[in-house]
Structure formats: C-alpha cells, structure tokens
C-alpha cells in the first residue's frame, strides 16, 4: 500500500524544541489536510507509534478471544461430564453449534476482518505520522511522552509548505480542522438541538448518549452534511437555502436505515458485550466489590462540558480534577435511611463472617467441609465479604464535611458547567437530581452503554428524525467560511464581538432580537478563554486581546485596590492580605472569583467564577514572560 506522505530530510544540525529550521524542500504530501491532521493529534495523543501500535494490536487479539472463549464453552464442553467428573479435559467434546452462535461468529468475522484491514492501514499510516515527528518536528518518541500538545503546534504552524495557504495558519485553524464535525456537535448539543430523549413512556423526559448513539449520529451526518472531496470540508449544499428541505429528508432517511439497522444487529451485539463483560469486569468486582459505589461523569455530561475547539486530552485532565470535589457534592446529600441500612447489613455480614473466620482458625477443614445450605463455608465467606465491602462504601465519611454550593464551584471550576437555574441551588434536592444524570455511578453508565445497544435504534428512529430539519438549519446559519481551513461552525472561531454576550463582561454587538444564537452557559467565552489558556503561543484576534485586558484589569484590581477589597470582603482574608501585600494568588483561591462575580463593573455582571479564574492563570503566564504582549498595555 502506497503512502499518502513523501517526506524530505532534513540536516544534521541540532534544534531547540519551539524553533524549527527552515527546510530545503518540500515536505509531506497532504491530501487530506483534516485527516493529516487528526492522525498527528492522536498520535500524540497515542503518546507514540510504539504504544498505538500494541494497544491496537492487543485490542483485536482481545476481540478474537473472547470469540473463541465463547465458541469453546458452547459447543466443546460436555457439562453433564463436567459437573459428574469435575474433569475438565475428560469433557471436552465437540457438540454442534447453535445456528444462532453461528451468526454471530459469521458476523463477528466480517467485524474482525474489517477491523484487520484497518489496522494495517492505520498502522501505515501512523509510521508515516512517526517520519513527521521525528524528522520534520524534531520530536523523539522519548520526548513526545512529556511534550505539551501546544509544543507540538507551535511547530507546526512553521511549516508553511504542510498548508498551502498565503496566510498564515494558527493554532486556532489547526484545532478546527481537528475539531471540524466536534464543534458542530458541541455547540448543537449546548444549544439543545439534537432530541436524544428515550421514547419510553415515564422516562421520556430523561437525555442519554452512548458511544454507539454518538458514532450513528456522526455517521448520519458525516455523509448528509460533510463532503470529503470538498476542499471546504462541508457540502456546499448546507449553504444553499433551496437545498435545506432536501438535505432534511436525506438526514432523516439516514438516521431511520441506522436505526434500523442497529435494531437488527442490536441482539447479537448485545449478547457479545454483555460476554465480553463478564470477561473483562467480573474478576474486578470480585476483588473489589467497593467499586460498585463508583462514580464517573456520563457521555452526555462530557459533552455537555467540552468546549470549543477543547482537543480530548484537555478534557480528560479537566475532568480528572473534578472527581473528588464531585464525590464531596453528592455525599452532602447522603440518605440518612440508606445509610442506617448500610450499616445495619454491614453488622450482621460482619458477625457471620468473623464466625466463620472463627471456625476456620479452630479447624482447618471446616472452610470445605462445614455445610450450610448446601453450599461451603468459603462460599459464604466470599459472598458476604463482597456484601460487606458494598455496605461500606454506601457509608458517607464523617470526617468529610462541606456546603454544597462552595464545592459546587469547585466542580464548576473543572467542569465549566453551571446552569443558571443551578445559581443559589446547589443545597436542593432538585439540583442534586439533576447533578447526579451527570455523575452517575459507573456501573449504571455501563449499562447505560450496554442497554444503548437496544434503545440507540428507538433514539434514531422516533426522536432524531425529528431533529433533521433543525440539525440542517443550524449548520446553514452557523457556518462560516474560515480562509485557509474552509467551512467550520461559527462559534469555533470565537466571533466575541458578533455573539458574545455581556453578562460575561464582552463588549458584543448583539442586540435583543440576536440574544438567541448567544451561546448558553458563557460556553463561546469560556471556550475562548480555555483554548487561550492551554495554547499561550495563540495569538488572538483585536477583540479578544480587548477581552483578556478587560479580565487581566479584573484581576489587577483585586490585587491592588483596597477600596475593592475591602467591599469585597477580601481585606480579612489570608487571600485579601496576600493580594494587598502583592503576593500570587493562586487558583485555589476561589474566593476571589467568587467576590468579583457579585460586583458590578461597567454595566456587566460576571457570572460564572471559571472565567475569573481562568483569567488569573492565563494572566499570570502572560506576566511571567511566556508573551506579555497578549494583554497590551493593560498592566
């Protein structure tokens, strides 16, 4: 197979990591410029050719196993020899397959052969990526494993020849083309667009995303709306308002066929997920029953949170932040009744279990012999440490105390997510509802997940097809078309001025009847200020340099008016006497954000503490000498 790439050398003259020299002709030949791109993200993201390759590779292995475990135990074992003999080897006996397993091995080897194929092209592919890296960025696989994602960009941009472009391409454009069809799915799903209820009466009103339900959709509109021969990257169709009917009906057609075709499927896909579960999680909770009082944020709820042009390493660490303080929130509300059930299992469990434990020191024998019911004493033993471990994670710490809305806006600072009906609401039940379809226990996310398999096909069918003509309305009103990346979602490029709002201290040009295609939640300010925080190389355009004097001034005078301080009620802190003396304030210092969010400057109130916050750390980097000249004059 032939290589997309035709990559050039370079000298042997040594470089720093950011500065790149010139080459002496041209590099690889990009076909696909969003493609190329994407490959060179995940392999950083991949952390290397070496690790994206065993990963992939033990993956299929793992897929042809739990095929091959399923295939012995149905049709080579003898279980009536088995439980007479307890021999294995005396039982193995090939008995027929089932027609059903049939099916499902034939349709699993279509999957598998496919997924073969693809890795040796992807495999290709990524040596290709690896060439890149090492010749044309100068970064090592060694290297890459520390490298920061910005790192790697402020390299790239200096490569012209990769872009074919006579202006120059920025981080930004590089993010978008990424992120191409991920914006567009971030900002429907702010915008409340996409209808992902259940169509199950009592339970209708509930929202749910699986990653099966988001690949469908992703396919549906990856072929009705996006075009990989446009040098656009969208169908110029989306554009034309005579078409928007057409394409309406065309990306309803798609999302009944998936729907249907999912529904097919769905039994034998079922059935293998819920095997290859059992494989995969039933020695963890049988070790570590605990876990089942685990949480973890929901699909929807990651998207919910992502941000614009926000690449998936960023957010895994925003989330990773978020976890203890989410736990902190939820116990806050612990059931008292719950947890004088918990305890009350977790006593008897205990006492048969020490008796037990008793008798086995007193004679060995009696953990096989002892009969109780017909089963053994290390039976017993074993299911009732499990009950025992479930008990006591349902047990809230007593030494761990909080006000729910103080930890709410520690999540908030990770998460970036706070309704407005949220605001003043966080010690409510309602909220907590509310808060807990987001952060979820984990094992209710993976049946989630594995239902999904048969409720995905209802979701595409009865509620996304009557989504189709919104879903094609918004990717005609909010397109743009970006020089030298092509058509990209409106919001991605951060129009401040054209739709920012003033609630979050953005000077815009919105008026009442455009308060509508306003972003909900602050997400185009926060998004703006996230990607300017994790890219400090990023210059950005007039409006947003204006925007970040405006918070950096913020921040500055909390640090240096003593008027303010005192109103603020930050004069008797550790925090307000650390900002007179002039010393750092960090990020944990909420309480900051928290006072300028209820004071009123210029007409504007600031909402939402992240945005403060997250203006103090961009701020501080741009003042320790990484490029003041983002904020002006300011300071």
């Not at 129009?495 to 040009?509: F, T």
Request: proline letters at 3%; hydrophobic letters at 45%; glycine letters at 6%.
């Amino acid at each position: 197979m032939a290589s997309h790439f035709d990559y050039r050398k370079f000298g042997d003259r040594e470089e720093s990591f950011i500065n790149i020299v010139e080459p002496e002709r041209s590099g690889p030949n990009v076909q696909n410029l969003d493609k190329f791109l994407s490959r060179v993200y995940n392999y950083y993201h991949g952390k290397g050719f070496n690790a994206i390759l065993l990963s992939r590779l033990l993956n299929l292995i793992t897929l042809a196993l739990v095929v091959i475990f399923i295939v012995f135990f149905v049709c080579w074992v003898d279980y009536d020899t088995l439980f007479t003999t307890f021999e294995l080897t005396e039982s193995i006996k090939y008995q027929g397959i089932p027609w059903w397993l049939g099916i499902c091995v034939f349709i699993f080897l279509l999957f598998w052969s496919i997924q073969v194929l693809l890795f040796i092209r992807d495999i290709w592919e990524y040596w290709s990526i690896r060439k890149f890296y090492t010749e044309d960025l100068k970064i090592s696989e060694r290297t890459l494993q520390t490298a920061q994602w910005h790192e790697v960009t402020a390299k790239i941009v200096q490569l012209p020849y990769i872009f074919r472009a006579s202006n120059q391409i920025t981080a930004l454009d590089i993010a978008n083309r990424i992120m191409r069809k991920e914006n567009y799915m971030i900002a429907m799903i702010n915008k409340d667009v996409l209808s992902l209820r259940l169509p199950i009466p009592g339970i209708a009103s509930r929202s749910v995303m699986t990653h099966e339900l988001e690949w469908l959709i992703n396919f549906a509109i990856s072929h009705t709306l996006f075009s990989a021969e446009s040098v656009q990257g969208l169908n110029q169709e989306v554009l034309q308002p005579g078409q928007l009917p057409r394409l309406a009906e065309r990306l309803r057609r798609w999302f009944w066929w998936l729907g249907v075709c999912s529904l097919v499927l769905s039994p034998f896909v079922f059935v293998y997920l819920l095997i290859y579960s059992v494989f995969k999680y039933g020695e963890e909770l049988r070790s570590k029953p605990q876990i089942l009082g685990h949480r973890t944020w929901s699909a929807l709820a990651r998207w919910k949170f992502r941000e614009l042009n926000e690449l998936p390493h960023v957010l895994h660490r925003r989330l990773r932040a978020s976890y203890m303080q989410a736990n902190l929130y939820v116990g806050c509300f612990s059931s008292l009744l719950l947890t004088i059930v918990a305890r009350f299992v977790a006593f008897v469990c205990g006492s048969v279990l020490v008796v037990l434990l008793a008798l086995s020191v007193w004679n060995d024998d009696a953990l096989i012999q002892l009969n109780i019911a017909g089963k053994s004493a290390l039976w017993y033993i074993g299911i009732l440490g499990s009950v025992i471990a479930v008990s006591r994670g349902l047990i809230p710490d007593e030494t761990a105390s909080a006000e729910p809305e103080v930890v709410m806006r520690e999540i908030e600072l990770c998460t970036h997510y706070m309704p407005d009906h949220w605001k003043g609401r966080t010690h409510t039940l309602d909220v907590l509802d509310e808060f807990q379809q987001l952060y979820e226990y984990a094992v209710v996310v993976y049946l989630i997940e594995l239902l999904g398999v048969l409720f995905s096909p209802f979701v595409l069918m009865f509620e996304l097809t009557k989504s189709a003509d919104g879903i094609v309305r918004f990717f005609h009103e909010y397109t743009i078309a970006q020089p030298g990346v092509g058509n990209i979602c409106k919001y991605a490029v951060f129009p401040l001025e054209e739709l920012g709002s003033r609630e979050y201290l953005v000077d815009s040009r919105v008026d009442v009847r455009s308060a509508d295609k306003q972003t909900r939640f602050g997400k185009l300010e926060k998004s703006f200020i996230n990607f300017a925080d994790n890219h400090p190389e990023w210059k950005p355009p007039e409006a947003g340099r204006r925007y970040l004097d405006q918070l950096a001034n913020l921040t500055q005078m909390a640090k240096t008016d003593d008027g303010f301080l005192a109103k603020s009620n930050l004069a008797n802190s550790s925090l307000g006497a650390r900002a007179q003396q002039q010393q750092p304030i960090h990020l944990s210092d909420g309480n900051l954000s928290n006072s300028l969010s209820s004071s009123r400057l210029g007409g504007s109130r600031v909402r939402d503490s992240i945005l403060l916050d997250q203006a103090i750390r961009l701020f501080r980097q741009k003042n320790d000498g990484l490029d003041s000249a983002h904020l002006g004059n300011s300071l």
